[in-house]
């Protein structure tokens, strides 16, 4: 027996990183919003690592920020040890990660939500979900029926959820949470492409019984980079320390003993698990040439004595968990206090849903991160930020935000997903965008913040405050151009110690920056009329400057690819009936529906002579 509890816009099931940026959106945008979590202490919980970024990750974080999500703000302000990965290397692959207090991080996010207008924060486990005339109807285990015109899936891991330590499996969601079982049965009652994945994370240590002065030390960075565009870098606390082991030959030898017992290699686990962040086991067996891994051990906060183990997740029996652990140097005297464990969970296949997130055969559906088939926190952020702007723009009768490749980290991870699929949990990595540096990192305002403006998520001040970086940025570069140093002897000096030619005649600051030796920051001592910039816009005028000509032609191909994107494959289409599409092509083109040609030429079987096809018939049709 159930009774009525309400009507909104939007629902959004599941509160994890996916759920909280789709509802803060859709409420921000004005639409009446409800948000249900089977726990309100899992709101905003960091089930596996508790960081936030990382390669590639940092950029979607970033991107996340800029067009006006939570995310970054929330690791800004519960941040204990800042790094920027990669400086060694191109612009285009300088990723931020921090770790963060993950109780602080659950905390803040939590309030946020009861904080907002518009957002109804909910405790109840939605158990069935049907479509009838006047929306979609979710109810409740305790008989609580609310009724929306469009609804969100969240589910995390929690969807069917089932936890494996060695041969015991329950069902469970993370971190010992209730799962969602009933859930699932009414999703495969309206048809959706469920499947099984699988995903796992390391032990948590007690910090006093580890010896720090075996391991290598890591600190945060001297220069702190925040997430958010609106925070402070003098606000975020860099006071933690992490560090670093291996695994040897021992470690090796007691997983292949016990490999047995694993239940990934028994055949137990049915889900897929991640390519890109596999068990120890697993690593052990795939690089079996390898002599050492990595790990990590990180700290969980800063009022806890818990340490994570990066790198060392595992489903072995409790027992060889601690046996193998205590083989590594520096915690020979370990004391585990959360055994690793395996998750298997459903998912959705996301070749059954548009780029708007919506699925394309249940309006007002939509689903969000690893309910989509992603793995990671920043992924799902990204993708619930989209599914909350397009749910509440279904909501108003707006048109969905589709962002493409070409202008964001976002568009390309959603466009992987939606017409790529993906066979295991997707993770986001910069090689998966054809247009690195275009899309890098510092640039992610100058790209989103107009679309957060114009949608309404950015506010004036936010949006103010890029319009000066971007205008401080343009009148640096333009001044560095102007701006002309003679061939001095302490100029010609500083030039040769760092291997490049002597001037013979005046050069621009900016040639001189286009050096591959030379540096924003070596000209200083002989840049007179140099002004006074925060890190980040020298940051950006050098990568400007330097990579002029490969920025040029990546905005080029980013042109071809709109033209493509422009040539709108009709509703009506009939791929049986064109002449000259192979029937793998017919086959992927009527199953994933693409909305463009630009699409179309992205899916996996689809060649480019298809592609050549396709354009002509639409030329052929236009004249018709």
């Known amino acids: ?322 046996k193998f652990y205590k083989t590594i140097k520096g915690l020979e005297n370990l004391q585990v206090m959360r055994n690793a464990y395996a998750i298997e969970y459903s998912c959705i296949d996301p070749l059954a849903l548009n780029l708007s997130l919506e699925l394309k055969e249940h309006e007002g559906l939509y689903g969000a991160g690893q309910f989509n088939g992603s793995s990671g926190y920043e992924e799902a952020a990204a993708q619930g930020l989209l599914a909350g702007i397009n749910a509440a723009r279904k909501c108003k009768g707006q048109e969905p935000i589709v962002l493409s490749r070409g202008s964001s980290y976002i568009g390309t991870l959603i466009d992987d997903l939606c017409t790529k699929g993906c066979s295991d949990p997707y993770r986001m990595m910069t090689s998966r965008s054809e247009y690195r540096l275009l899309l890098r990192q510092d640039n992610a305002d100058e790209r989103m913040t107009p679309i957060g403006f114009e949608i309404g998520l950015v506010g004036n001040k936010e949006y103010q405050a890029f319009l000066m970086r971007k205008e401080l940025k343009t009148a640096e570069i333009e001044r560095l151009e102007a701006t002309h140093l003679g061939p001095t002897d302490d100029l010609n000096k500083m030039l040769l110690e760092n291997d490049t030619a002597a001037l013979k005649s005046g050069a621009s600051i900016a040639d001189l920056i286009r050096r591959p030796q030379i540096s924003y920051e070596m000209l200083k001592p002989f840049d007179k009329e140099r002004r006074e910039l925060s890190a980040e816009i020298k940051q950006k005028v050098e990568t400007e400057i330097k990579y002029a000509g490969y920025i040029e032609k990546q905005a080029a191909q980013v042109k071809e690819t709109i033209r493509l994107e422009s040539k709108v494959l009709p509703e009506d289409i009939n791929y049986d009936d064109i002449k000259g599409l192979r029937l793998e092509a017919i086959e992927k083109l009527k199953k994933i529906a693409p909305k463009s040609v630009g699409q179309a030429s992205r899916i996996s079987g689809v060649s480019p002579a298809d592609i050549s096809v396709l354009l002509i018939y639409l030329e052929k049709r236009e004249q018709k």
């Open 1 to 322: 027996m159930s009774y009525f509890a309400g009507n909104y816009d939007v629902l959004v099931i599941g509160a994890g990183h996916a759920g909280i940026e789709a509802c803060l959106a859709a409420a921000r945008l004005g639409c009446k919003t409800a948000i249900f979590t089977i726990n309100m202490d899992a709101v905003g919980n960091m089930p596996c690592n508790p960081s936030i970024g990382g390669t590639a990750k940092g950029h979607l974080v970033r991107e996340i920020d800029a067009l006006g999500g939570e995310m970054g703000k929330a690791a800004d302000a519960t941040t204990i040890q800042n790094r920027m990965l990669n400086r060694g290397k191109g612009p285009a692959v300088h990723s931020l990660r921090a770790q963060i207090d993950r109780r602080a991080y659950a905390t803040y996010m939590k309030h946020t939500l009861e904080l907002q207008e518009n957002l109804h924060l909910r405790q109840a486990e939605i158990t069935k979900i049907e479509k009838s005339q006047d929306g979609w109807h979710c109810f409740t285990m305790l008989g609580a029926e609310y009724i929306s015109k469009t609804v969100i899936l969240a589910t995390g891991t929690y969807l069917k959820g089932k936890i494996y330590v060695g041969d015991v499996n329950f069902s469970s969601g993370p971190d010992g949470m209730f799962p969602s079982n009933e859930l699932e049965d009414s999703l495969l009652s309206l048809g959706l492409p469920l499947r099984r994945f699988k995903t796992g994370t390391p032990a948590r240590v007690l910090k006093s019984s580890i010896d720090f002065s075996e391991l290598e030390v890591q600190p945060g960075d001297d220069e702190i980079t925040p997430f958010s565009y609106s925070t402070d870098p003098k606000t975020i606390n860099n006071s933690s320390v992490c560090y670093i082991s291996y695994t040897n030959d021992k470690t090796k030898e007691v997983i292949l003993q016990n490999l047995h017992r694993s239940p990934l290699f028994s055949g137990v686990i049915e889900g897929v698990g991640p390519r890109y962040c596999p068990s120890l086991e697993d690593k052990i067996v795939r690089f079996a040439d390898k002599e050492r891994h990595q790990l990590f051990i990180e700290p969980c906060g800063l009022d806890t004595e818990e340490m994570y183990l990066q790198g060392m997740s595992s489903s072995l029996p409790e027992d060889v968990q601690i």
